[in-house]
């Protein structure tokens, strides 16, 4: 599989997968080179399960989203291409400019590592077969070889399957933040 079809099929998995999130709502395109801006960008990473040729499972992490979007900066055309159906849509608009306002964000609890557990899927036919729990290790890993201590992970208030998983994986409470205006999440720490 090259490159560029992983990223695509990360981008599908991700709409399948995670549509509660705003982010599936720019569509595959532009999840599609966030993908592979995290996977190209220094100090962050792109971690994929695959069987028969096809991702059933992804896992990213980092530390801060400033290498992220640097990246992205790289593709202007494509990055205009890929969010011109929500820069003209006022609501999307609005809640791009919150997602960006949380990457610099001290509305976190203090003392929140910068490290952090970005984005997690696993396609549902391959739920219950421990494909996410071993991403999960190997996200672990992969933050131990770099010398993190610890990192955060995000979580939406109704996601309550996603919040027992990381409490089961080891994640400790930390407390709240609002990524977006009046959608609280819980902040979750997992030490190394």
């Known amino acids: 599989m090259t490159p560029r079809e992983r990223y695509r099929q990360v ?3 991700h709409v399948r997968c995670l549509d ?3 982010l599936a709502s720019l569509g595959e395109a532009f999840l599609a080179l966030m993908y592979e801006a995290i996977d190209r960008a220094e100090a962050t990473f792109l971690l994929t ?5 096809q991702v059933v499972g992804f ?9 992220i979007y640097r990246r992205m900066l790289r593709s202007p055309v494509r990055l205009a291409w890929a969010l011109a159906p929500a820069v003209v849509r006022p609501a999307k608009f609005r809640r791009i400019l919150e997602i960006l306002r949380y990457s610099g964000s001290s509305t976190l609890p203090p003392g929140t590592p910068e490290a952090e557990l970005l984005s997690l899927a696993v396609a549902p036919e391959c739920r219950g077969q421990g494909v996410a729990e071993s991403l999960y290790r190997r ?3 992969d933050f131990r070889n770099r ?4 990192f955060r992970i995000i979580v939406g208030a109704p996601l309550a399957p996603a919040h027992r998983f990381y409490r089961r994986m080891g994640a400790i409470e930390a407390g709240e933040t609002q990524v977006h205006d009046g959608e609280t999440s819980t902040v979750y720490v997992h030490r190394i």
């Not at 896992?59 to 290498?67: K, L």
């Open 20 to 22: 509660q999130g705003f």
């Open 49 to 53: 399960e695959e069987r028969h040729g």
């Open 147 to 150: 010398g993190v201590g610890a």
């Open 139 to 141: 996200l672990v890993g």
């Open 11 to 13: 981008a599908r998995l």
């Open 59 to 67: 896992i990213t992490g980092g530390s801060g989203m400033g290498p």
